[in-house]
């Protein structure tokens, strides 16, 4: 038995915030993992119809929505027999990486140490192995992320135009966001949206997403007409799904924090 289950096993769970007789129900519960305190925050939903925990990946966070009137003594038995899971997810947390001088990124799969050069002003300068950028230290970050974003810009948007090509459909526009729950999107009207972050990724991943959201362009569902089409724009299809499900969370330990929920196994309808 791994020794963080023999911890578990040993603590189990409790309810921190207790209240009184006359006050507001627990916000929270705890459970130790590894000798670490875990915190579990707990919403009350009256639209939710089941408890459901889910990871928020970029904070690290946990949180449980429980639906009205489920008792403490549910939802601490949820969490308990999640408590392998959790353990799981804090295991596999990715430590956050901010976008700071000496910080090495991977730029289409590559990695550049970030730089701070006074003489650079304002721009950000990439080389083989360097981002480079001047002025005040305490923007670089910023700069950085800009500056990866722009270039998300254009890279995604040419593999989505070659693809694009390819399949003889038009798109009728491309956006690149910070997406949270999936890498790209497809609208019914030709617009594509898709992860900056994809920048950080492998370039032939980044034409995977853009070959996938294209293929939607002709097939608005996941149907085995819209696998074989996708495959056909990118052969490699099963090779980068397989890349992303590995490597895809620890594009978002990079730069600024957004919320992305990640659903413990079994707690919730999707
Ligand atoms: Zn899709």
């Given at each position: 038995?791994?020794?963080?289950?023999?911890?578990?096993?040993?603590?189990?769970?409790?309810?921190?915030?207790?209240?009184?007789?006359?006050?507001?129900?627990?916000?929270?519960?705890?459970?130790?993992?590894?000798?670490?305190?875990?915190?579990?925050?707990?919403?009350?939903?009256?639209?939710?119809?089941?408890?459901t925990?889910?990871?928020?990946?970029?904070?690290?966070?946990?949180?449980?929505?429980?639906?009205?009137g489920?008792s403490m003594q549910?939802?601490?038995?949820?969490?308990?027999?999640h408590?392998?899971?959790?353990?799981?997810?804090?295991?596999k947390?990715?430590?956050k990486?901010?976008?700071e001088?000496?910080?090495?990124?991977?730029?289409?799969?590559?990695?550049?140490?970030?730089?701070?050069?006074?003489?650079?002003g304002?721009?950000?300068?990439?080389?083989?192995?360097?981002?480079?950028?001047?002025?005040?230290?305490?923007?670089?970050?910023?700069?950085?992320?800009?500056?990866?974003?722009?270039?998300?810009?254009?890279?995604?948007?040419?593999?989505?135009?070659?693809?694009?090509?390819?399949?003889g459909?038009?798109?009728?526009?491309?956006?690149?966001?910070?997406?949270?729950?999936?890498?790209?999107?497809?609208?019914?009207?030709?617009?594509?949206?898709?992860?900056?972050?994809?920048?950080?990724?492998?370039?032939?991943?980044?034409?995977?997403v853009?070959?996938?959201?294209?293929?939607?362009?002709?097939?608005?569902?996941?149907?085995p007409?819209?696998?074989?089409?996708?495959?056909?724009?990118?052969?490699?299809?099963?090779?980068a799904?397989?890349?992303?499900?590995?490597?895809?969370?620890?594009?978002?330990?990079y730069?600024?924090?957004?919320?992305?929920p990640?659903?413990?196994?079994?707690?919730?309808?999707?």
């Amino acid at each position: 038995m791994p020794d963080f289950f023999k911890a578990l096993s040993r603590s189990g769970t409790r309810s921190v915030k207790r209240p009184g007789l006359l006050s507001t129900p627990p916000t929270s519960l705890s459970l130790a993992i590894d000798g670490q305190d875990i915190e579990i925050r707990i919403v009350r939903s009256a639209q939710a119809t089941r408890l459901t925990l889910r990871q928020d990946i970029r904070s690290g966070g946990f949180r449980l929505t429980l639906p009205l009137g489920v008792s403490m003594q549910t939802a601490d038995d949820m969490v308990r027999r999640h408590s392998g899971w959790l353990a799981a997810q804090i295991r596999k947390s990715p430590q956050k990486v901010a976008f700071e001088p000496g910080v090495p990124v991977p730029v289409c799969g590559r990695d550049r140490l970030i730089r701070h050069d006074p003489e650079t002003g304002h721009r950000v300068i990439m080389s083989d192995d360097a981002l480079t950028t001047g002025g005040d230290p305490c923007h670089v970050p910023r700069r950085v992320e800009d500056f990866l974003r722009l270039l998300a810009r254009d890279s995604l948007g040419s593999h989505v135009r070659h693809h694009a090509q390819r399949l003889g459909r038009p798109v009728t526009g491309i956006a690149v966001r910070d997406t949270v729950s999936r890498w790209g999107s497809c609208s019914s009207t030709g617009r594509i949206n898709l992860s900056w972050r994809l920048i950080l990724a492998p370039e032939w991943i980044a034409s995977y997403v853009a070959a996938h959201e294209v293929a939607h362009l002709a097939e608005m569902n996941h149907g085995p007409r819209f696998w074989r089409l996708c495959r056909e724009l990118f052969p490699e299809t099963d090779a980068a799904r397989a890349w992303l499900r590995h490597h895809g969370t620890g594009l978002h330990r990079y730069g600024g924090p957004a919320p992305v929920p990640q659903k413990a196994p079994e707690s919730g309808k999707n």
